[in-house]
T-cell receptor, first 114, second 114 residues
Framework: GAGVSQSPRYKVAKRGQDVALRCDPI?????LFWYQQALGQGPEFLTY????????KSGLPSDRFFAERPEGSVSTLKIQRTQQEDSAVYLC????????????FGEGSWLTVV | AQSVTQLDSQVPVFEEAPVELRCNYS??????LFWYVQYPNQGLQLLLK??????LVESINGFEAEFNKSQTSFHLRKPSVHISDTAEYFC????????????FGQGTRLTINP
């Protein structure tokens, strides 16, 4: 497709359940980012990939959060043993290589933990 | 490290009135500056960006922002707003090096009243 695609768009998980969120970046985009956006807040950085290499995971809030991009295209963000504070919109974004290039965002995966 | 402060969480204005959304940033290094817009139930879209050169940058839909290095500001303005401008607006910065990840402000909700 033409844009960043994320699935599922909406996910309700019971506390303690594991979830997996998928991101399909724009074709040819080397850089991929995951952000977390809590209700009424700005997006917060989680992790960054350049191709298949995870170069920055400083924003992952705990070891329950794990991201991968094994073939340098599709990425999955996994959250283990979900807790209520994990409820947020998870945004994926991608960018062509090169300084100052635009970062394009998907519509997000809305996670609600009950 | 960078940080962004959006001074107003909500800005209500009447249709066809001018508006200014304020953004200040803090950084120990030179930065790129961005404004993103988020319409209800949609992803973030780039509105405009400052990379270098002229300190005044414009978008295709009438918004403009001016980079002021001495005041570390990047305020967004529009001389006459429309109902369709109702959205959440996010100011963001990124460094020149590494991942060039975006650091966002908390957002300003712009509400246009008829």
């Amino acid at each position: 497709g033409a844009g960043v695609s994320q699935s599922p768009r909406y996910k309700v998980a019971k506390r303690g359940q594991d979830v997996a969120l998928r991101c399909d970046p724009i074709s040819g985009h080397v850089s991929l980012f995951w952000y977390q956006q809590a209700l009424g807040q700005g997006p917060e950085f989680l992790t960054y990939f350049q191709n298949e290499a995870q170069l920055d995971k400083s924003g992952l809030p705990s070891d329950r959060f794990f991201a991968e991009r094994p073939e340098g295209s599709v990425s999955t963000l996994k959250i283990q043993r979900t807790q209520q504070e994990d409820s947020a919109v998870y945004l994926c974004a991608s960018r062509m290589t090169g300084a100052g290039n635009t970062i394009y965002f998907g519509e997000g995966s809305w996670l609600t933990v009950v | 490290a960078q940080s962004v402060t959006q001074l107003d969480s909500q800005v209500p204005v009447f249709e066809e009135a001018p508006v200014e959304l304020r953004c200040n940033y803090s950084s120990s290094v030179s930065v790129y500056l961005f404004w993103y817009v988020q319409y209800p139930n949609q992803g973030l879209q780039l509105l405009l960006k400052y990379l270098s050169g002229s300190t005044l940058v414009e978008s295709i839909n009438g918004f403009e922002a001016e980079f002021n290095k001495s005041q570390t500001s990047f305020h967004l303005r529009k001389p006459s707003v429309h109902i369709s401008d109702t959205a959440e607006y996010f100011c963001a910065v990124s460094g020149y090096q590494g991942a060039q990840k975006l650091v966002f402000g908390q957002g300003t909700r712009l509400t246009i009243n008829p």
